[in-house]
């Protein structure tokens, strides 16, 4: 079963808009925080929005004012609306989920991140 599915990815002009959905198959208030990551062509992931368990939210500068991170954990559901996109928005859109654990004191006690991934949707700008 995958972790999130991510739908509302198509092909826009640019100055329009999509909303993207990522669906949890677990409450969503089970990840400390959630989020959208991209991948354009020859670049690597980075990160454009961040939504915590609380409702705090961080974007990217390259989307802020333009991007809207929300969650409705009733459905289970996290969005990314994105306005007045840009050619160089074109990516893959990632669902992201993030959780902290500790190790056991016998196997040292430390913190570790662990991530979960959907498989993305792809968003592509026309200029």
């Known amino acids: 079963q995958e972790d999130f599915v991510e739908s509302g990815g198509g092909l826009v002009q640019a100055g329009e808009s999509l909303r993207l959905a990522c669906q949890a198959s677990?409450?969503?208030?089970?990840?400390?925080?959630m989020g959208w990551y991209r991948q354009a062509p020859g670049k690597e992931r980075e990160v454009v929005a961040t939504?915590?368990?609380?409702?705090?939210?961080s974007y990217a500068d390259s989307v802020a004012g333009r991007f809207t991170v929300s969650r409705d954990d009733a459905k289970n559901t996290i969005f990314l609306q994105m306005n007045d996109l840009k050619y160089d928005d074109t990516a893959v859109y990632y669902c992201?989920?993030?959780?902290?654990?500790?190790?056991?004191?016998?196997?040292?006690?430390?913190?570790?991140?662990?991530?979960?991934w959907g498989k993305g949707t792809l968003v592509t700008v026309s200029s």
């Open positions: 939504i915590t368990r609380y409702d705090d939210t």
């Open positions: 677990t409450s969503t208030y089970d990840y400390e925080s």
């Open positions: 992201h989920g993030q959780n902290t654990e500790r190790r056991s004191l016998s196997e040292g006690g430390d913190f570790y991140d662990i991530h979960y």
